[in-house]
């Protein structure tokens, strides 16, 4: 310890202050008062919600095609693991187009997603809808 390094020369020319007050300099403020102040105050202007309302849409799709591909996404699946409960043992290729039928299903369910952009007024969303 005897000997002192490049540290110790470089802290010895610092004015550090290291006394810490015993109490604190601003006295905190009394959260009843502040509450009284503010019910005395002009009324604050009420702002816009930060979300929009949204319509409830129905929950079967208008569209032929929409409503076809959920039924690949939802029925292809089942079909497989109602065949595997029963124990009827399936060929490949009907296992093959089971699932081919429930990708491109959900492919196609993909691709039918409105896109938001920058285009759109409330663009960057993070796409919660209440």
């Known amino acids: 310890m005897g000997e002192r390094d490049d540290f110790d020369r470089i ?26 102040e503010a019910e005395v105050a002009e009324p604050v202007e009420t702002e816009e919600p930060f979300y929009r309302r949204v319509e409830p849409t129905s929950l079967v799709p208008r569209r032929r095609g929409v409503m076809l591909a959920w039924i690949g996404v939802i029925g292809a699946p089942l079909a497989l693991v109602l065949a595997t409960l029963v124990h009827i043992f399936l060929e490949r290729s009907i296992v093959a187009g089971a699932a081919l039928i429930f990708v491109a299903s959900a492919i196609y369910l993909f691709l039918q997603l409105p896109e938001h952009g920058p285009s759109r007024r409330d663009w960057p969303d993070d796409g919660a809808v209440l």
């Open 11 to 36: 802290v010895e020319g610092l004015d550090l202050d290291l006394s810490f007050p015993d109490e604190p300099d601003d006295p905190i403020p009394d959260p009843t008062a502040l509450r009284w």
